[in-house]
């Protein structure tokens, strides 16, 4: 049939457009049904028609006496002969309508099956479509909270920079210390704000070993001073190399 050959295209195919071919296949199921109904019975007919004539050209007519006994039983004879035909095309009829019915239920049920796809189609349709603008809706919001977090961390790291060159400045150069040697003495000291964003950096950086060596440039109280508040760690076998506490673990 005509509509099983065809494809549910699910961005077009509507309810009302599987209800239309529903009908118009039982409309045609039905008119076929009376075609063949009036086929048969002329073919049969035919049939019926063409043996008897040539059965009759094949006898000699017999001339039958007109008493009632004889055109009796010549009726039953004649009654029989069309009730055998008749049972033949209601047999044939119910074979054909059978047959009729097991393709009309086939095509209801690949209808259904189509139907089917076609809903879960939209169902699947719908569900990415509230997915999409779900995680469109997520995705934005993260952005906008790491775009946050990340001018927070500028103004932390500015005020943490500001309040370390104020509170934790380098020691006076023109103050005369003590030093062993004059090479000593020509060594460049690191503030305390580039100590800790050099063990900042190597703990993110390398954190498998985040230790760094102590150098000369790396004023001897600041190091203490990290180490008495636990803000740095010394290495349990070489003491020359510290690391930052990784607070954030």
């Given amino acids: 049939m005509s509509v099983s050959n065809q494809d549910l295209d699910p961005d077009s195919t509507t309810d009302e457009d599987i209800t239309t071919a529903k009908e118009e296949l039982i409309k045609k199921c039905e008119e076929m049904w009376k075609d063949l109904e009036e086929l048969s019975l002329l073919i049969m007919q035919v049939k019926c028609l063409t043996a008897e004539l040539s059965q009759w050209q094949k006898e000699t007519p017999e001339i039958l006496p007109l008493n009632e006994e004889v055109l009796v039983t010549l009726g039953k004879e004649e009654f029989q002969k069309l009730r055998h035909d008749l049972e033949l095309v209601l047999s044939t009829i119910q074979s054909k309508n059978e047959k009729l019915k097991e393709d009309l239920e086939r095509e209801q049920q690949w209808l259904d099956e189509q139907q089917q796809i ?11 479509k509230h997915q999409n603008v779900t995680e469109s809706r997520t995705f934005k919001e993260l952005k906008t909270k790491l775009h946050d977090v990340k001018e927070y961390k500028e103004k ?10 104020d509170h934790f400045p380098l020691p006076d150069r023109n103050v005369k210390k003590k030093r062993k040697n004059t090479e000593e003495s020509n060594i460049q000291l690191i503030t305390l704000h580039e100590m800790l964003e ?20 790396f004023w001897p109280p600041y190091i203490e001073l990290l180490l008495r508040n636990g803000i740095a760690l010394r290495h349990p076998e070489d003491p020359s190399r510290i690391r930052l506490e990784a607070f954030h673990q």
């Fill in 118 to 128: 076609f809903e879960s189609l939209i169902a699947l349709h719908n569900e990415l």
């Fill in 156 to 165: 932390l790291l500015v005020t943490l920079s500001e309040f370390l060159e």
């Fill in 198 to 217: 050099i063990l900042l950096n190597r703990l993110f950086d390398v954190p498998h070993d985040p230790y760094v060596k102590i150098s000369d440039s």
